[in-house]
């Protein structure tokens, strides 16, 4: 298409290029498992380590809940010398028979092509299981370079290969074979989609591999590695069995090793299968001398999926375990005493290990991060109250010391919180606080919060939608420096970097103090946008750069600010972005009646009753804790100077080298 001369362009009379060019040939229809290879990250969070060590959660989820379901016993797990990672049980295996809507192909072809395929929509097939959307062993096809399936059904042996999640042919008949049933699946990840150096942990893998033997008691899970890949790791055999009859209680008292324990038992137990309530098992200990390079842990289960970021479940437990304190304060006559102790009190110095099935589940994002049924906090408080009300009466002792010991963890928390006070009613005095932060009542740093917002008018917003009792908000103008590309002398001389530090009540570098925070924890809320996110990035690497205790610690966060608001009738969701729009979309509004979809163009935008409710209140909230990963902190070391310091040759090499895994940013 011939250029418009220089006269038209400036006259406004010539129309641009995007605009003589956009037409119907230019809308593209991505089909099969193309959005997959397109946007891994939407699937499975990414193309780093962690994402692909989900690829083999989402295939071993597939032999375990064959196991749950009563009909696998065994489950083998094989990486060899090539890469390649094999999972394979004795179940019933994927079914090979013509499916009745796509006629030409088998239910294994479509199961492994298709996106949202399976059996797990409903509840015929699987009771409880750890897969929702249909897309797990399809996903995995397609960000492999090479998948093999192997089935063993009805005494007959069937294979069939894929390459990029396209089918090498149809499905093979191999042969008569009579002691062997179930399903091996056997996949290289692609390098073009996670990079030449990322390669599975044999580490990892071992780990995530014993965790689920501890979830199911009486799944026998193999494992084997190629000798070589372990041979400079003392602690990861080549290959071992996995077997722990009593399940999560197996994996504590592991865990626990020599540790001196507040009770001489460990409070356990398992609620029997109901069908539509759920299923229930947990372990719990208290130890003083911590849990390694935590005082406490909380580790959490759906359907043997693990929920790093906890959820409802979790906190039905801390729930039952503190009313049951409180109440056998009460039969014991420390009521008194125990009128203080709070459920944070309680989980001190806790070792707790809680994994539920669920019939229908609801995860947050497709990595199953975290679980968020409402239902799941009442199913695990039911189920855990009562064993521990009868676990304290019928061991008085235990009982009495474990009281007397959170008693404790009370009152030391108390005298902080008093020293605190006198601390920080001193520091207020000495400060002048920025004008434009608009701080909270309570005098005390705990659970207190101080929201950094992306300008004035989201800071507008927030001031009215905040809980002025514990929640202040520090708008701020613009972007702030980019810390990586300056000098110490620029950084120390900006006002935004200056007002917020002030704010908190710290130094920076050498002079930050994490004992001077004005606040329990630090959150940055920005737009959910190309610039809130390049907003987010600055501030966290200046708190990567100048505070880094305050991640250390778990004290940083981010806000998730929804993208969408969907409306039909008189019920209205919010949506994080477009894969969680579009699957509100198909599972929650299927009634009569037009379905409104607003999007928000920031959060100054968003009533502060709208603010509130899916940003601030801690009840409805969901919150991203920055962490670093100390495996690799190498690499995160040199990301963060690839990406934000002053060598724009490095960027440059950088997006060479990862453009083809950049997603649509056009928000």
């Known amino acids: 298409m011939a250029k418009a001369n220089q006269n038209e362009l400036f006259s406004g009379s010539a129309k641009t290029n995007a605009e003589k060019d956009y037409s119907a040939k230019d809308i593209q229809v991505l089909e099969g498992l193309e959005p997959v290879r397109l946007r891994p990250g939407m699937y499975i969070g990414g193309t780093d380590a962690r994402a692909?060590?989900?690829?083999?959660?989402?295939?071993?989820?597939?032999?375990?809940?064959?196991?749950?379901?009563?009909?696998?016993?065994?489950?083998?797990?094989?990486?060899?010398?090539?890469?390649?990672?094999?999972?394979?049980?004795?179940?019933?295996?994927?079914?090979?028979?013509?499916?009745?809507?796509?006629?030409?192909?088998?239910?294994?072809?479509?199961?492994?092509?298709?996106?949202?395929?399976?059996?797990?929509?409903?509840?015929?097939?699987?009771?409880?299981?750890?897969?929702?959307?249909?897309?797990?062993?399809?996903?995995?096809?397609a960000l492999s370079d090479h998948l093999?399936?192997?089935?063993?059904?009805?005494?007959?042996?069937?294979?069939?290969?894929?390459?990029?999640?396209?089918?090498?042919?149809?499905?093979?008949?191999?042969?008569?074979?009579?002691?062997?049933?179930?399903?091996?699946?056997?996949?290289?990840?692609?390098?073009?989609?996670?990079?030449?150096k990322t390669h599975f942990s044999p580490a990892r893998l071992f780990r995530m591999a014993r965790a689920k033997a501890y979830l199911q008691p009486g799944v026998e899970i193999r494992w084997k590695c190629a000798p070589e890949l372990v041979a400079n790791l003392e602690t990861i055999p080549a290959e071992a069995v996995f077997l722990?009859?009593?399940?999560?209680?197996?994996?504590?008292?592991?865990?626990?090793?020599?540790?001196?324990?507040?009770?001489?038992?460990?409070?356990?137990?398992?609620?029997?299968?109901?069908?539509?309530?759920?299923?229930?098992?947990?372990?719990?200990?208290?130890?003083?001398?911590?849990?390694?390079?935590?005082?406490?842990?909380?580790?959490?289960?759906?359907?043997?999926?693990?929920?790093?970021?906890?959820?409802?479940?979790e906190a039905g437990l801390r729930a039952a375990l503190t009313k049951g304190l409180r109440a056998y304060a009460d039969i014991s006559g420390?009521?008194?005493?125990?009128?203080?102790?709070?459920?944070?009190?309680?989980?001190?110095?806790?070792?707790?290990?809680?994994?539920?099935?669920?019939?229908?589940?609801?995860?947050?994002?497709?990595?199953?991060?975290?679980?968020?049924?409402?239902?799941?906090?009442?199913?695990?408080?039911?189920?855990?109250?009562?064993?521990?009300?009868?676990?304290?009466?019928?061991?008085?002792?235990?009982?009495?010391?474990?009281?007397?010991?959170?008693?404790?963890?009370?009152?030391?928390?108390m005298r902080r919180r008093k020293a605190r006070d006198v601390k920080r009613k001193a520091a207020t005095r000495k400060l002048r606080l920025p004008g434009k932060l608009a701080d909270c009542s309570n005098k005390s740093a705990e659970d207190t919060e101080i929201f950094i917002v992306e300008g004035e008018s989201a800071g507008g917003s927030a001031k009215q939608a905040r809980n002025r009792k514990t929640q202040a908000i520090l708008p701020l103008k613009g972007?702030?420096?980019?810390?990586?590309?300056?000098?110490?002398?620029?950084?120390?001389?900006?006002?935004?970097?200056?007002?917020?530090?002030?704010?908190?009540?710290?130094?920076i570098g050498k002079k930050f103090n994490p004992d001077d925070l004005r606040y329990e924890r630090v959150i940055i809320m920005t737009d959910a946008d190309v610039d809130g996110a390049h907003i987010a990035a600055l501030l966290i690497t200046f708190f990567y750069r100048y505070m880094p205790t305050l991640i250390d610690e778990g004290r940083l966060y981010m806000a998730m600010p929804p993208l969408f608001r969907i409306s039909q009738g008189?019920?209205?969701?919010?949506?994080?972005?477009?894969?969680?729009?579009?699957?509100?979309?198909?599972?929650?509004?299927?009634?009569?009646?037009?379905?409104?979809?607003?999007?928000?163009?920031?959060?100054?935008?968003?009533?502060?009753?709208?603010?509130?409710?899916?940003?601030?209140?801690?009840?409805?909230?969901?919150?991203?804790?920055?962490?670093?990963?100390?495996?690799?902190?190498?690499?995160?070391?040199?990301?963060?100077?690839t990406l934000m310091g002053k060598s724009a040759d490095l960027r440059y090499q950088y997006i060479q080298d990862n453009a083809r895994f950049v997603e649509d940013l056009n928000l």
């Open 570 to 641: 008189g019920k209205s969701m919010y949506a994080n972005d477009e894969a969680h729009k579009d699957r509100l979309i198909e599972t929650e509004f299927k009634g009569r009646g037009k379905i409104e979809i607003g999007r928000f163009k920031g959060l100054g935008e968003m009533m502060p009753a709208q603010l509130k409710v899916t940003t601030m209140d801690a009840e409805t909230r969901t919150l991203a804790r920055i962490t670093l990963d100390p495996e690799n902190l190498p690499s995160t070391e040199a990301l963060v100077e």
């Open 244 to 313: 722990f009859p009593g399940g999560l209680a197996d994996f504590l008292e592991e865990t626990l090793g020599n540790k001196v324990t507040v009770t001489s038992e460990t409070f356990k137990g398992r609620s029997k299968s109901d069908a539509g309530h759920g299923r229930v098992e947990w372990a719990v200990s208290w130890s003083p001398q911590g849990f390694g390079d935590a005082d406490s842990f909380v580790r959490s289960y759906c359907n043997t999926v693990p929920t790093l970021s906890g959820g409802t479940h």
């Open 334 to 413: 420390m009521s008194k005493k125990a009128a203080n102790i709070t459920p944070d009190d309680v989980m001190n110095s806790t070792g707790a290990l809680i994994s539920v099935f669920l019939s229908n589940p609801e995860f947050q994002g497709q990595t199953k991060d975290r679980l968020s049924n409402t239902e799941a906090a009442r199913i695990v408080e039911n189920a855990v109250r009562d064993p521990f009300d009868h676990w304290l009466v019928g061991s008085p002792k235990d009982a009495t010391k474990l009281l007397e010991y959170v008693i404790e963890q009370a009152n030391d928390r």
């Open 479 to 507: 972007k702030i420096l980019n810390v990586e590309s300056a000098s110490l002398a620029k950084i120390q001389a900006n006002k935004e970097i200056n007002d917020l530090a002030t704010a908190l009540g710290v130094g």
């Open 148 to 196: 093999i399936v192997e089935v063993a059904r009805g005494k007959k042996l069937y294979r069939q290969s894929f390459k990029r999640g396209k089918p090498i042919g149809a499905l093979e008949k191999l042969g008569d074979i009579a002691n062997r049933r179930g399903t091996k699946i056997s996949f290289h990840p692609d390098e073009q989609i996670f990079g030449a």
């Open 52 to 141: 692909l060590h989900h690829l083999f959660a989402e295939v071993i989820d597939n032999s375990m809940d064959e196991a749950v379901a009563g009909h696998a016993t065994r489950i083998e797990v094989e990486l060899d010398n090539g890469g390649y990672l094999s999972v394979s049980d004795n179940g019933r295996g994927i079914p090979i028979d013509p499916h009745p809507k796509f006629k030409t192909k088998s239910a294994l072809e479509v199961i492994m092509t298709e996106l949202h395929s399976g059996g797990k929509f409903d509840s015929s097939a699987y009771e409880t299981s750890g897969g929702l959307h249909g897309v797990g062993v399809s996903v995995v096809n």
